[in-house]
């Protein structure tokens, strides 16, 4: 099944470690990604890098101004001659100045470019996990998503901020200083060449290394993540079961973890600036001394010898920065990994590529032989088939496994059958245009979530054009407009932090309004009268007798209270309806719902 692939995709992006195709495909997928953000940035792009280069060129004729000023200004001083030093003074400051304008230019250019992409990058994220679908979400954790959202996007920002230029200055500069010192002094410049073996047998050391031990870094920072998002969002039930102690130590060891996965990163660093120093600080010795010798024999002048010093330590001066922008890269390069695997991710329940309309919905739901599983070793629902008719109300009633939900979320299309079909009038789910679907099907879940906003607001959502007057029937309608006027600012007042200003039952009810204000074909209520206490439950059922005429409705409950108003009653055990009747048929019946209506009956007395 496509669900099975999007969540062992989801898992496996956590793991440090990949195999090399693996990780072919991993690097390939990020270049991708990156490739189509710049697309539309091009043109800033290349006059970014002009920019670059120029201003490179212009700081790397530095010393080879001073060295004409010292052999050829000097002498020409004895004669009075004043030009030569002019010039080498004048180029020297008109070099820098050019070079000062450009890194300025270059430095804003970049900026707009980095804000660029993450403004995109972030939306594409956003949109994209909002389009996914619910199977996505439930094996993917807040806390990972908001991860993706924030340290990786902020990874991504610091390169782009800052790492790329002085990545491409960085390269421009030791091009340009290379060229420089050997079309001024060749020996020299051997001698450089020379210092690029250890270099590059150094830098290759701390590639190979680092890259494993970034990936782990990041993965290490998203864990730490992870653990305070989720602690933070079920605080409740962390103060509820005293859970303090044992996070305390569970998040203890992800920050150890994190430190000393950063340790090992510093101590690359410890090996890897220090050697680059001896690296660079021999170079230059070398270069000194032998053109010293070459100065004596009059070989060599004394200002050429000087600019060859000068590029020969310049040439090292970037290396440091360039290690610094590889820390970087390697924590950009794996978090967009993990943020082009969420957009790789394809939705379980696509839209249809040719959708088909169905403009005023009459609620008639039938599911042809369905099958259905989580996963593959296990059937939910096998060989399923049930037709309800529109306009009829019926309870499902079973234990908890049942697959009372699951039968839900496929009428709601949060899941597609394994196999068979869910159809509403007649027309398959998968075809049925999405805009109709979400109008003619309303689900009202046993978590109430209310968004920030108002109470108006919350209640409109599912018709986001309502008057005011409209709000205030559906709220009159399930019994919630008499709490919302006592409400400081009545409709107008902000439920505040998902609905922490009113009570549970007090947000069902506002979820209730919600549904019945969008005007379903077909509602379903799965267990969304457990938060009600016993008089609300009483008004809602009331409501529900007059809102529910007309409409197929299919309630979850396990107060059997709730399930009096139904005209019909499916017990299911297994996945499969093991009953098949009206509430009083059953009851009066020996089966398996006149147990659990005797039991009932017995604890409310």
Known sequence: MSDQTSVSGVQGEERNEYSKAESKQIRARSRALLGSLLKPLHAKLWVTAAAIVVSSAAQVAGPALIAYGIDQGIPALIDQNWFPVAFAGLAYLFTGLIGGVLIASYIRLSAQISQAVLIDLRTRVFLHTQRLSLEFHESYTSGRIISRQTSDLDAIRELLDEGLTLLVRGLMYMVFTAVMLLILDAPSGLVLLASLIPLGILTRWFQLRSQTQFRRSRVASAKLIVQFVETMTGIRAVKAFRKEKRNEEEFGALVEDYRTVNAKVLGLFAVFNPGLALIGNTAVAVTLLWGGFRVVDGSLEVGVLLAAVLYTKRFFDPMEDMAMFYNGYQSASSALEKISGVLEEQPSVPDPVKPVD????????????????????????????????????????????????????????????????????????????????????????????????????????????????????????????????????????????????????????????????????????????????????????????????????????????????????????????????????????????????????????
């Open 358 to 605: 169905l403009w005023n919905a009459e609620g008639t739901v039938r599911f042809d032989g369905v099958r259905f599983a989580y996963t593959k070793d296990r059937d939910i629902l096998p060989e399923f088939d049930l037709e309800i008719p529109a306009g009829q109300t019926i309870a499902l009633v079973g234990s908890t496994g049942a697959g009372k939900t699951t039968l839900a979320k496929l009428i709601s299309r949060f899941y597609d059958p394994s196999a068979g079909r869910v159809s509403l009038d007649g027309v398959d789910l998968r075809d049925l245009h999405p805009k109709d679907l979400r109008r003619a099907i309303v689900m009202v879940t046993q978590e109430a979530y209310l968004f920030s906003g108002t109470v108006a607001d919350n209640i409109a959502i599912g018709k986001p054009d309502a008057t005011l007057d409209e709000i205030k029937a559906a709220a009159r309608a399930v019994g919630a407009h008499d709490f919302i006027e006592s409400l400081p600012n009545g409709y107008d007042s902000d439920v505040n932090k998902r609905g922490g200003r009113v009570s549970a039952g007090q947000r069902q009810l506002i979820s209730f309004a919600r549904a019945f204000l969008a005007n379903p074909a077909v509602l379903i209520l799965d267990e969304a009268t457990s938060s009600l206490d016993i008089p609300s439950e009483r008004l809602v059922q009331e409501a529900l007798q007059t809102l529910l005429a007309d409409r197929t409705a299919v309630i979850i409950a396990h107060r059997l209270s709730t399930v009096s108003i139904a005209d019909r009653v499916l017990v299911m055990e297994h996945g499969r309806i093991v009953e098949d009747g009206s509430p009083e048929q059953l009851i009066a019946g020996t089966g398996r719902f006149a147990q659990l209506h005797a039991a009932w009956r017995d604890s409310l007395v």
